[in-house]
């Protein structure tokens, strides 16, 4: 596993990182070692008000989201924690949106994942990422299946949840 350029999470991402599920925290923690992209911890849990407002505006399909807090089933002492995280590129002191950047995080998220072994869905291709060689092939595959479907695709790059077979709450 190859070090990236030694990026460092800010307090401001720490403090809403508090709020995940340590598995993903630790995903997260690591990843930020390894990309060579900078990036932020955008947003961890949401409201069920918010995530109605982010349906109502089309920024979200499901009411049942990994950023509403849950309480996982396999450790409920947690208490209620949140599944996903939002990550932002962090690109000359603001978040930048080319997809290039999230391809990078997204490899980076995918390599500090296999290696901890947490299986992470990554809202680029709405799939786990171990399933591909790199982010930008399963971002070209999701698109492609939603083609040969004549479904509109829907991708939400700075997405990344815990996989709900492996932390059902």
């Known amino acids: ?22 598995d993903l925290v630790e995903v997260v923690d690591l990843a930020i070692q390894l990309t060579t992209t900078d990036f932020t911890v955008l947003e961890t849990t949401r409201s069920p008000s918010h995530q109605q ?7 979200s399909k499901t009411l049942n989201s990994r950023h509403l807090p849950k309480i996982p089933k396999a450790n409920p002492t947690l208490g209620a924690v949140a599944h996903a995280v939002d990550l932002g590129a962090w690109v000359n002191g603001t978040v930048a949106w080319d ?9 980076a998220i995918k390599t500090a994942a296999e290696f901890l072994k947490v299986p992470i ?24 299946r939603k083609q040969k479907a004549g479904e509109t695709p829907f991708t939400d790059g700075p997405h990344f949840e815990l996989c709900w077979k492996a932390y059902p709450v």
């Not at 999470?9 to 508090?18: E, H, M, P, V």
């Not at 407002?53 to 920024?59: A, D, E, F, I, P």
């Not at 997809?99 to 490899?107: R, S």
Request: aromatic share 16%; glycine share 10%.
């Open 121 to 144: 869905r990554w809202g680029g291709c709405w799939d786990y990422l171990d399933h591909y060689d790199n982010a930008e092939q399963a971002y070209h595959a999701y698109l492609r």
């Open 53 to 59: 407002l982010r349906v109502s505006q089309g920024k």
């Open 1 to 22: 596993m190859s070090q990236g350029n030694g990026y460092v999470l800010g307090a401001r991402s720490k403090q809403r990182l508090l709020s995940c599920h340590p």
């Open 99 to 107: 997809w290039m950047h999230y391809f990078v995080i997204a490899d």
